[in-house]
């Protein structure tokens, strides 16, 4: 049985840049890739990645806006689930 791979959450607004990380990558992570970041955080629910990698310049929202907004959503989750504990 192979052991389960880290996630890896690629966003760029250039598809040449998020297919080239993923080909890189993809032999020892499972990747999923976004070219904006809206089309990020939806994907966080369902994919759950251990890390994200963000271009910092994108036409609609800022990879250092996108970073926010993910450390603010995982806080909230962990926060969440100690309460429950």
Do not use: W
């Not at 994919?47 to 993910?70: E, K």
């Amino acid at each position: 049985m192979q052991a389960p791979r880290d996630r890896v959450l690629i966003v760029d607004d250039e598809v040449e840049v998020v297919n080239c990380l993923r080909r890189l990558l993809r032999r020892y992570f499972q990747i999923e890739v976004a070219t904006s970041g809206e089309e990020a955080l939806e994907k966080l629910d369902g994919f759950g990645p251990d890390i994200v990698i963000s271009d910092f310049r994108m036409a609609t929202m800022s990879g250092h806006d996108l970073l926010r907004r993910v450390q603010r959503l995982v806080l909230a989750a962990t926060s969440a689930a100690f309460a429950r504990a």
